[in-house]
């Protein structure tokens, strides 16, 4: 039906057997992660390119507004439970077969299926039970692949009971038996991920995965064509798997009735066969069988303009005037004293808005059975005019983010709607309004996007100009798709962004238009070129009198969040005794919630699992939650999962891994790391009692998996490391946030703002992403006497923060800290109760609590950032003990430990994340940033160590670069860089690296810079008009040799007065030599 509808491909065809990417028929067994197919999946141009290739006839629904190949989904039913699984199934069935007694396969069937009887009964299967079972149901004759015929339903309920039988009568020390068990064993775990709320779609692809790769292995091992043949479902499956939606959602096991009443639908006795007379078909017979009125209508959406209604135009735009404002809460229905030309705009919005409203109500009342739903901005103030208030008491508002429908903007919309279950729509992207967007963070870095909608600081175009091609061919085109000559009013050099056919076909914005691509829609019967459309560049000089306009990122604020921002202009606005009122009546206001909740808390900790209990005691969970959701924070999931309700599911084989342990070569840390495991136990609780190999398997059903810990010498400590990466538990699991470490551009970005704001004494002016400013006067108990506002920072540290929160006790089986017992040398195995310090999921669980106490602390307007589990804190020196106190009693009083015996008071200089900060400047001119003292000896003495050998294992280079890149990023200057950039080849050799006298120089260089280069020094004074900087470099050859040239222009805006200087010139040519000599790349050095 999919192959006569819509024209997608048939599982038996040569050219492809799947829509999704060009796999063939002989693809379907490459299952692996290097698989060619992998590599180029279709888009809906390069669908749509492969109709017109292989010239199918194009359906009529691909015409349809918003039917992309995305909406064509893959469904679990005939895919897996008569599919794969059928296949499986039957393949097992024949191998169990084999073990049972009898005479003959009938009298061996029978047994078996008694077997299954049992198991049914026994598991509480009481429906989608097979009725029988013969050898025909397995399969047809000796030549046939095995594959079990019967419902879907009634293969999903015997999947579990096969894999019970096959532990039962299956040996795993006869390799192909064991392969078996494996199979089948995978195939359940992906069934079991369906079942797993929140849904984690990691947890399904890797089951699919391993179940591919155990069935090919199979297959490959018989070698008889026969047994455990891959077929093209095998291929689908996988797609299906790396979707982010359960398939429960959608099912098509009610739809079989449709199915097979569209197929019969589609039946002819004669005529065309296309996907055109046969849609049109189905939808002609349904339309007469179903005798519906021909206009009547089930859902009208209705998106009216948001232009004169949306709150953007509140939003300052740098560079040019902003928008009128035309509307405000106050007066929804426009603004009074509006300009006749605007006043005309919002009555026009106006009438469509409120005939919008009224035709609602009017269906609500005069047509229940059509259906509405209206679209417009969250915040849009349409929805504040009184015809939709009115109409909101009766409809569903199904708030979304347009970010998680497919939307390119991180934007907030709602639907009104008399259709309930459109509610399913409501999504809420966690990330919104706590991290920066990919686009906005560029545009603040001045990095600009390519054709792109996001707001940038220079638009790349001024203007875009479409221009019909009466030739219809399109005009020629240099290698970036710029036009070669003038075509009309469009001058030499403007950039081709769209190509538009007669027919309709719009060529996107990127890649390249392809011209093969565009002569096969005209073969194909499409009109010629249209028209094209171009953008048009500035020339030099618009776009350098443009750039003066800007503010450089070091005077904006490109790092901070909105909350900081808000905190850091209320403590310089508002002055000390308002900013010590607000900490003290927030701590009195959580602590009388805490005495609200002291008896809720004592059933939640009591109704927990002991192991969550045991490693949450003291915390306040509800006061925690609620704090949470009075701050609209957007992790609503947090709670849940913090009192253990969230799990993730992974196993690897053990026994490599327990034997790798027992015969690891002795380690003079063995006795002290087992020690420190051992009071993990006994002293700490974060660890149950070691455990042997026996007693493991009995106390997990076999199913458990070793991590082995082994240690780090940190600065004379012992820090145990849990490898999740060795048992593939790291390889499960997938993030789905990111995390941003930007604490060291936050503080430093925090203290140039405040010491400039004493440097000026007069009003302090805080832009806000969303266009607020917040401004006003310096408050002036810091204005008169700036010592009291001098800056001052610390460090915060949690205790032990990973051992603070609980593994989920379905986890345990994840992590069984595993280490050989120096008394007996015998390996045991302590079952870890808190968060492993080895494992990448610790990481995010871990920073989802980590961000909300940052945002706790900036609720009390603590200036502080987050990284991991330190909290650097800036403090004006009149309030450094008050923002003492109340840090240390909000953590108290939720139940987090600190590490008191590593913090430091406040201070003008502080190390923290392994630099120094400097903030002790009397000029109040500059922040420093350094390399910290002990750092720099310490990878002085790592540098001396490998000149002194002449060598370097490979083993050792990935940590020697990063801690030199790092420390390299606190110096001025790119010298340092240039040499790292030179030893980079390193990283990629492997064994042991003999060091030439070109590496031991570049080793020397950059001991020479980390031991008395310079620091970063960042200037707090107001910059004297802004300066436009444009350099460049080239490297050509003449008569073969090289000839290299550098250049530059810069432009100064200084009280109104611009200055203009260049340069340009020829690198000499001994120094070019120089750089041949030592096979230097010329054209790096030259840039």
């Not at 018989?222 to 095998?234: E, F, S």
């Not at 249209?530 to 009198?545: E, H, M, N, W």
């Not at 008896?599 to 005691?617: C, D, F, K, T, Y």
């Not at 205790?799 to 007996?824: F, G, I, M, T």
Request: include cysteine; charge should be positive; charged fraction near 25%.
């Amino acid at each position: 039906m999919m192959k006569d509808l819509l024209g997608l491909p048939a599982h038996n065809e040569k050219a492809g057997i799947c829509f999704k990417c060009p796999a063939k028929p002989e693809d379907v067994g490459q299952v692996h992660s290097t698989a060619s197919w992998r590599q180029a999946f279709f888009s809906q141009w390069s669908f749509m390119e492969r109709f017109f290739r292989e010239a199918r006839p194009i359906s009529p629904v691909w015409a349809f507004p918003g039917f992309t190949l995305s909406a064509v989904r893959l469904d679990w039913l005939h895919i897996v439970d008569l599919g794969i699984a059928a296949d499986t199934c039957g393949n097992i069935l024949w191998q169990l077969q084999e073990k049972m007694e009898g005479d003959n396969i009938k009298d061996r069937l029978a047994t078996l299926f008694l077997l299954i009887r049992a198991a049914y009964k026994r598991h509480g299967v009481d429906q989608d039970t097979l009725a029988t079972l013969t050898q025909t149901m397995i399969r047809k004759d000796a030549s046939s692949p095995p594959k079990l015929k019967a419902k879907g339903a009634e293969v999903r309920r015997l999947v579990p009971i096969l894999a019970e039988l096959c532990h039962q009568h299956l040996d795993s020390s006869v390799p192909v038996e064991e392969a078996t068990i494996a199979v089948i064993h995978w195939l359940l775990e992906a069934y079991n991920a369906l079942n797993i709320e929140p849904y984690m779609p990691y947890l399904l692809e890797d089951a699919a995965k391993k179940f591919a790769l155990q069935y090919v292995a199979l297959k490959d091992f018989l070698a008889d064509g026969i047994h455990w043949r891959p077929k093209p479902k095998l291929h689908v499956f996988m797609h299906l798997a790396a979707s982010d939606t359960n398939p429960k959602e959608l099912w098509c096991y009610r739809d079989e009735d449709f199915g097979g009443a569209a197929a019969a639908m589609v039946r002819a006795k004669g005529g065309w066969n296309t996907p055109k007379s046969s849609s049109e078909q189905v939808l002609d017979k349904f339309r007469a069988k179903n005798s519906l009125p021909a206009r009547q209508v089930f859902l009208i959406h209705v998106a009216p303009p948001c232009g004169t209604a949306s709150r953007a135009r509140e939003i300052p735009i740098k560079g040019q005037p902003s928008p009128p404002v035309l509307r405000s809460e106050a007066f929804p229905a426009g603004l009074p004293g509006l300009s006749p030309s605007w006043q005309a705009k919002v009555d026009s919005a106006n009438s469509i808005y409120r005939r919008a409203a009224r035709f609602c109500a009017w269906l609500l009342e005069e047509a229940p059975h059509t259906h509405f739903c209206v679209e417009n901005p969250a915040r849009s103030y349409m929805w504040l005019l009184p015809e939709f208030r009115d109409l909101r008491p009766r409809c569903s508002v199904v708030p979304y983010d347009a970010c998680m429908h497919g939307g390119a903007r991180a934007k907030h919309q709602e639907l009104w709607t008399s259709l309930p279950e459109l509610s399913a729509l409501a999504r809420q992207c966690f990330a919104l309004g706590m991290l920066p967007s990919n686009e906005s963070a560029r545009t603040a870095t001045h990095k600009q996007p390519r054709t792109s909608k996001a707001v940038v600081l220079i638009d790349e175009y001024p203007y875009q100009v479409t221009v019909p091609l009466p030739s219809g061919q399109l005009p020629a085109l240099d290698d970036k798709n710029c036009l070669c000559a003038a075509l009309g009013p469009v001058p030499v050099g403007s950039k081709v962004l769209r190509v538009n056919f007669e027919g309709g076909v719009v060529f996107p914005k990127r890649p390249r238009p392809d011209r093969k691509l565009a002569d096969q829609v005209l073969l194909a019967g499409h009109s010629a070129v249209a028209s094209i459309t171009c953008g048009v560049y500035r020339d030099p000089l618009q776009f350098a009198k443009l750039s003066l306009t800007l503010t450089h990122p070091f005077d904006v604020a490109t790092a901070l969040p909105d909350q900081a921002l808000t905190v850091l202009a209320r403590v310089l606005l508002d002055g000390p005794l308002t900013v010590v009122r607000r900490r003290l009546d927030l701590y009195l206001t959580w602590r009388k919630w805490a005495q609200e909740l002291e008896g809720r808390e004592e059933q939640l900790h009591a109704s927990l699992h002991p192991s969550v209990a045991s490693v949450v005691r003291g915390k306040k969970l509800l006061l925690l939650d609620r704090i949470a959701k009075s701050l609209d924070w957007p992790d609503e999931h947090l709670h849940h999962d913090l009192t253990g309700r969230k799990s993730q599911a992974a196993e690897v084989l053990k026994p490599l891994l327990w034997d790798k342990i027992a015969q690891s070569p002795a380690n003079p840390h063995e006795q002290d790391l087992f020690d420190i495991t051992h009071a993990e136990f006994s002293e700490k609780g974060w660890l149950d009692p070691a455990r042997s190999w026996d007693e493991l398997e009995d106390y997990f059903k076999g199913s458990w998996v070793p991590a082995r810990r082994f240690a780090v010498e940190q600065r004379g400590k012992l820090r145990p490391i849990d490898d999740l990466a060795e048992n593939g538990v790291n390889s499960a699991f997938a993030p789905c946030d990111k995390l941003t470490l930007r604490a060291i551009d936050e503080v430093v970005w925090t203290a140039a703002f405040i010491m400039r704001a004493l440097i000026c004494r007069g009003s302090v002016h805080v832009p806000l992403s969303t266009g607020e400013v917040i401004s006003g006067p310096l408050h002036p108990f810091w204005a008169s006497n700036t010592s009291r506002a001098r800056p001052l920072v610390k460090t915060v540290d949690l205790k032990s923060a990973y051992k603070q929160l609980p593994l989920h006790p379905s986890d345990h089986r994840l992590c069984v800290v595993s280490l050989r017992r120096p008394s007996d040398s015998r390996v045991v195995g302590y079952v870890s109760k808190v968060l492993p310090f080895g494992a990448s999921a610790s990481v995010t669980a871990f920073n989802r609590v980590a961000r909300l106490l940052q945002r706790i602390l900036q609720e009390a307007w603590v200036m502080t950032s987050n990284y991991f589990d330190d909290y650097p804190i800036l403090e004006l020196s009149a309030l450094a003990g008050s923002c003492d106190k109340t840090v240390h009693n909000i953590l108290s009083l939720l139940g987090f430990t600190r590490a008191a015996d590593k913090e430091e008071d406040f201070a003008p200089a502080a190390n923290l994340l392994g630099v120094t900060l400097d903030l002790s400047d009397p000029t109040l001119k500059h922040v420093r940033v350094a390399n910290r003292e002990d750092k720099c000896t310490e990878m002085s003495a790592s540098i001396d160590q490998v000149l002194d050998k002449g060598f370097l294992k490979a083993s050792e280079v990935a940590s020697l670069f990063g801690r030199i890149q790092f420390m390299e990023g606190q110096l001025l200057g790119r010298l340092g860089r240039l040499a790292l950039m030179e030893l980079r080849s390193l990283c990629s050799s492997n064994g042991e690296l003999r060091l030439g006298k070109f590496e031991c120089d570049a080793f020397r260089n950059l001991k020479q810079r980390l031991v008395s280069g310079p620091p970063r020094a960042i200037p707090t004074a107001i910059p004297r008009g802004c300066a436009c900087v444009f350099t460049d470099g080239a490297c050509e050859f003449e008569d073969g040799l090289p000839v290299c040239t550098i250049g530059g222009i810069l432009y100064h805006n200084q009280e109104g007065s611009w200055n203009t200087r260049f340069f340009a010139c020829r690198m000499p040519a001994t120094l070019v030599q120089k750089w041949s000599n030592a096979g230097k790349r010329h054209f790096d050095w030259t840039r």
